[in-house]
């Protein structure tokens, strides 16, 4: 119940996230789907079963503490692959069957704007393409990001279409499992720039000119509200 983007730009990666976490039994929260391990220049996109994703991201840093950081592309993989596969193993159910979809980025020379996705049962795929999304919410809004993420794109204009699409799937209540606010990280290609989570204020901003390029988008939204609203009365 939830949607993720990472989108490989020219300047870098941008991670765009909707907040919402539903717990079972317990209704929903505003939390993190995308978390930085800053010491080691790792960015990773989680969504699935909370225990899980979280039992993954501490034993994550407690194995890259212990190895100092120092792993090769594809050994990070390699270990990545390995704790997802063991993370499900351990909080697997009789009653009911759990699951995490990842996505990582670790910035260095080697990687650059390098992406994987990384499976629950210890597999993982090279992002080839210009962008992938996970979550129950993933499959929409796909042909807005076909039409604007491309060889040219800057991190800020995939935080724009980024940011719209869980607008919309909260919206036109396309997955109640999806809403909230969102958060955007940039990993830029530069190594000398910082990884981190765009401030609220600067999301503003972004979500300033998302209204503008998706302006007739937010109209239809806003005529279909005024007629289901006359049909009702």
């Known amino acids: 119940m939830s949607y993720v983007l990472a989108a490989r730009c020219r300047d870098g990666v941008c991670f765009v996230s909707d907040k919402k976490i539903v717990r079972v039994g317990y209704g929903s929260e505003n939390g993190e789907k995308i978390h930085i391990l800053k010491d080691y220049g790792v960015v990773i996109g989680a969504v699935g079963d909370v225990n899980v994703k979280n039992y993954f991201l501490n034993r994550l840093e407690e194995i890259l503490k212990k190895k100092n950081g120092n792993l090769s592309q594809f050994r990070f993989k390699n270990l990545c692959e390995d704790l997802a596969r063991k993370s499900v193993k351990r909080y697997k159910r009789r009653d009911r069957d759990v699951e995490m979809e990842l996505i990582v980025a670790m910035r260095s020379d080697e990687w650059k704007r390098k992406v994987y996705r990384i499976f629950d049962d210890g597999s993982s795929s090279a992002i080839s393409g210009f962008y992938e999304t996970i979550g129950t919410g993933s499959d929409h809004g796909l042909h807005y990001l076909k039409g604007i993420i491309n060889i040219n794109s800057t991190m800020k ?6 940011s719209f699409i869980p607008y919309l799937i ?64």
């Open 170 to 233: 909260q919206h036109d209540k396309l997955d109640m499992g999806v809403g909230g606010e969102v958060d955007i990280v940039y990993v830029p290609s530069n190594l000398e720039r910082k990884i981190e989570f765009l401030k609220r204020s600067e999301i503003k901003k972004i979500e300033s000119e998302r209204d503008d390029v998706f302006k007739d988008e937010f109209n239809r939204m806003n005529n279909l509200k005024i007629s289901i609203h006359s049909n009702s009365s």
């Open 157 to 162: 204009n995939a935080a724009v279409v980024g």
